[in-house]
């Protein structure tokens, strides 16, 4: 079975400061991993996705989380925080074949002060 | 531009009533699904259905039915409406396959107030 933890349901950091969202994941098969952000009243929009290919992703709006097979990691990084950053971003896992079923985290909202 | 779409964005009800939650996509998706999405929770798939007339219980399907007639509409409907079921309700799809395929898109969510 598949599975993901957010670690920290809230983070805060200042406008201009590296933004270190953390997600672990489990899996019994190589698994996709993405990254979601949803804006307050929305729905999530992908930030970016994982499917093997290269172990460091790059997505939107400057973001970007590398895949460490040895840690089962998926830590999602912003060198330089935008007020417009500030939302909840969910970390999820969905492994090949049956329905593609996805299993989303917890979610942690970023918070940017100015 | 790829679209999903909800009925409603804001919807109150009363204990016991039914409720109907639409959800309607253009992108000719087979997959599609509905989750509810609650503070610390994250977000917990009700049902989904990879294809008209089918549909595939998730995590919590209790209290809920959907309904697929035509491919572009999924339905979810929640027979007699309880105060626990108060919650965010969230609409995706996607193209089935592996990879890249898997990324789904969302809909803006109905908010449900169920008094």
């Given at each position: 079975a598949q599975s993901v933890t957010q670690l920290g349901s809230h983070v805060s950091v200042s406008e201009g400061a590296l933004v270190l969202l953390r997600c672990n994941y489990s899996s019994s098969v190589p698994p996709y991993l993405f990254w979601y952000v949803q804006y307050p009243n929305q729905g999530l929009q992908l930030l970016l996705k994982y499917?093997?290919?290269?172990t460091l992703v790059k997505g939107i709006n400057g973001f970007e989380a590398e895949f460490k097979k040895s840690e089962t990691s998926f830590h999602l990084t912003k060198p330089s925080a935008h007020m417009s950053d500030a939302a909840e971003y969910f970390c999820a896992v969905s492994e090949s074949g049956g329905y593609q079923k996805v299993t989303f985290g917890t979610g942690t909202k970023l918070q940017v002060i100015p | 531009d790829v679209k999903v779409t909800q009925s409603s964005r804001y919807l109150v009800k009363r204990t016991g009533e039914k409720v109907f939650l639409e959800c309607v996509q253009?992108?000719?998706?087979e997959n599609m699904f509905w989750y509810r999405q609650d503070p610390g929770l994250g977000l917990r798939l009700i049902y989904f259905s990879y294809d008209v007339k089918m549909k595939e219980k998730g995590d919590i399907p209790e209290g809920y039915s959907v309904s697929r007639e035509k491919k572009e509409r999924f339905s979810l409907i929640l027979e007699s409406a309880s105060t626990n079921q108060t919650s965010m309700y969230l609409c995706a799809s996607s193209f089935p396959g592996?990879?890249?395929?898997n990324e789904q898109f969302f809909g803006p969510g109905t908010r449900l107030t169920v008094l």
């Open positions: 499917t093997s290919a290269a | 253009d992108m000719d998706h592996a990879g890249v395929n």
